[in-house]
């Protein structure tokens, strides 16, 4: 493996420096070991699992502003732990893969990959955090295991394309090392574990399935949009400017939460307290902790409710808003349901809400009150859907034409006539969502934020998501891909074929080398005989 195989000078004596922290290239102790090529192995698997990684992270983007608003309230910190989170992989990837191809080169520069410590320090290092991560995911977060589930997919048919075409460039290296070994047991294994990866990825596709798999005459109608909070990008959340932004989208329904104030009024708020997204401190620095609930109407309405939006951009789209725009932003309050009542009315939208806190002991004095303002307000019945479970048949004795939302999924021994659903995305599967839609139950699935997860959706034929970016999704007018299965089955043999012609040239163009070399220096070991012969006499 220590042979020179002509590269320049220079490159590979700066190749050597960065992966060995070498400047020389005497080959005088520097033949690689079997360390060595463990160690090798080792990186290997470190570039896999980092980019592993990477993809899991891609995939929680989707969900990672409930990750902001959950470590807000442990930490009273705000911050878009994303970009920490992607700035952290990416160092991880571009490393380990940077160091990759660095052994790569240098094996095919036949130089010896002796791994310096510092990099083995550092590798270990990057295996110790990744999987504090994947464990930290599991612990915290373990509904993204199905949200990666569900991107694959989306991604599937690409990511087995990437996959075929970094296996065939890897044949070179591969098959230079099986030569140069001189098909000793160690390049045999190598051989024989790359050829079982080769033929696995082959056969990939077999176990890749996709709704979008589809003829353009088989696609399900656009899921309709329902804005959570209103429009969380384009304002703060649950004020009327978010609302009113979310009618601008085309959002059908408006989906939010309810709170009761101590002295009896509806009001818009998603957290329990107020510090998130109000200047509570400022106003009430002794009660900031203090529930929402606990703060009487015309308290409420003292605070801020739009500020925060432009100190902490709890999106980037925060960044990008006009000074007009701005000037809206500050000037935003604390909404009632009366409010968020008259203005879904006056665009014939429905209104969908939780009703907050369920485990509060006069739960039922909050639904009673809640029915009763909505009666009062001038929105017709029908446009109510209902969602809170807890005394829900009251509910319907007390307001029959509101429409029942249910946050589960049906039942075998179902007694209840279930018309809509609404659920998070990762608790439907695709064949479960056209089993809803065949028995013509609506189904309305939270949170799609990314264009990727909304075309899985809309190609499965869920009847509406519930999403922060109304902005984004009201502007796709098909999914990201739509494939018809035999364009993929083409796609499919074509890429494999092309992959095993490169892959069976290299190994003949390599054994043609490795043959020449074998003779040239047998032809050298001759002469060399000869000339001592001479010498000798």
Same mark, same amino acid.
């Given at each position: 493996m220590a042979k020179d195989g002509g590269c320049c000078h220079a490159c590979a004596t700066c190749l050597l420096c960065l992966y060995s922290c070498r400047w020389s290239r005497s080959r005088k102790g520097m033949k690689t070991s079997k360390c060595d090529c463990a160690?090798?192995?080792?990186?290997?698997?470190?570039?896999?699992?980092?980019?592993?990684?990477?993809?899991?992270? %891609?995939?929680?983007?989707?969900?990672?502003?409930?990750?902001?608003?959950? %470590?807000?309230?442990?930490?009273?910190w705000w911050l878009d732990w994303s970009v920490v989170m992607l700035s952290g992989t990416a160092t991880l990837v571009t490393y380990s893969s940077l160091l990759l191809v660095l052994a790569l080169t240098l094996q095919l520069c036949h130089q010896p990959l002796k791994i310096h410590w510092l990099h083995k320090v550092l590798l270990v290092l990057t295996v110790l955090v990744v999987a504090a991560a994947f464990v930290g995911l599991e612990i915290q977060w373990a509904e993204q295991w199905e949200s990666a589930h569900i991107a694959l997919q989306a991604a599937g048919p690409f990511l087995h394309i990437g996959a075929v075409v970094g296996v065939t460039l890897l044949a070179w290296p591969v098959v230079d090392c099986f030569y140069r070994t001189s098909r000793s047991a160690l390049g045999v294994l190598l051989l024989l574990l790359y050829l079982g990866i080769v033929i696995a990825l082959y056969l990939a596709p077999l176990g890749i399935d996709s709704p979008c798999f589809m003829e353009y005459s088989q696609l399900p109608p656009k899921p309709a949009l329902f804005g959570h909070r209103g429009a969380p990008?384009?304002?703060?959340?649950?004020?009327?400017?978010?609302? &009113?932004?979310?009618?601008?989208? !085309?959002?059908?329904?408006?989906?939010?939460d309810v709170l009761v104030s101590a002295n009896g009024v509806p009001f818009i708020m998603h957290d329990e307290k107020l510090t998130r997204t109000t200047n509570v401190q400022e106003l009430f620095p002794t009660r900031a902790h203090s529930n929402a609930s606990s703060f009487s109407w015309s308290e409420l309405q003292q605070l801020d409710a739009g500020s925060w939006f432009l100190q902490k951009y709890p999106f980037p789209t925060a960044r990008r808003l006009s000074s007009s725009e701005q000037a809206m932003v500050r000037a935003q309050k604390i909404l009632s349901l009366d409010q968020l009542l008259e203005e879904a009315a006056r665009h014939n939208v429905s209104v969908m809400f939780d009703l907050r806190p369920e485990e509060d002991p006069q739960y039922e004095y909050l639904v009673n009150v809640t029915v009763e303002a909505i009666l009062q307000s001038d929105i017709a019945p029908e446009l109510i859907l209902w969602l809170p479970k807890e005394f829900r048949e009251q509910v319907k004795k007390r307001a029959p034409r509101f429409q029942q939302v249910y946050g589960r999924k049906r039942m075998n021994n179902e007694t209840d006539e279930l018309l809509y659903v609404n659920l998070p995305y990762q608790n439907l599967s695709s064949t479960e969502i056209r089993e809803y839609r065949?028995?013509?139950?609506?189904?309305?699935?939270?949170?799609?934020?990314?264009?990727?997860?909304?075309?899985?959706?809309?190609?499965? !034929?869920?009847?509406?998501?519930?999403?922060?970016?109304?902005?984004?999704? &009201?502007?796709?007018?098909?999914?990201?891909?739509?494939?018809?299965?035999?364009?993929? &089955?083409?796609?499919?043999?074509?890429?494999?074929?092309?992959?095993? %012609?490169?892959? !069976?040239?290299?190994?003949?163009?390599?054994?043609?080398w490795s043959r020449r070399k074998e003779s040239s220096g047998s032809d050298s070991?001759?002469?060399?005989?000869?000339?001592?012969?001479l010498l000798s006499e």
């Open positions: 160690w090798f192995f080792f990186l290997f698997c470190v570039c896999l699992f980092t980019l592993a990684w990477l993809y899991l992270a %891609l995939v929680t983007l989707n969900d990672f502003h409930l990750l902001n608003e959950f %470590l807000f309230r442990k930490l009273e990008m384009l304002a703060p959340e649950n004020t009327l400017m978010s609302f &009113q932004k979310a009618l601008n989208c !085309g959002v059908r329904v408006l989906e939010t065949r028995d013509n139950i609506s189904v309305n699935l939270y949170v799609v934020n990314a264009p990727w997860l909304f075309s899985v959706l809309w190609c499965a !034929g869920t009847s509406s998501v519930t999403t922060n970016a109304c902005h984004v999704l &009201q502007k796709m007018e098909r999914p990201l891909w739509l494939l018809p299965p035999a364009t993929y &089955q083409m796609i499919w043999i074509v890429t494999d074929c092309v992959s095993f %012609l490169l892959i !069976g040239w290299a190994f003949l163009l390599l054994k043609k070991d001759v002469l060399l005989t000869k000339i001592h012969s």
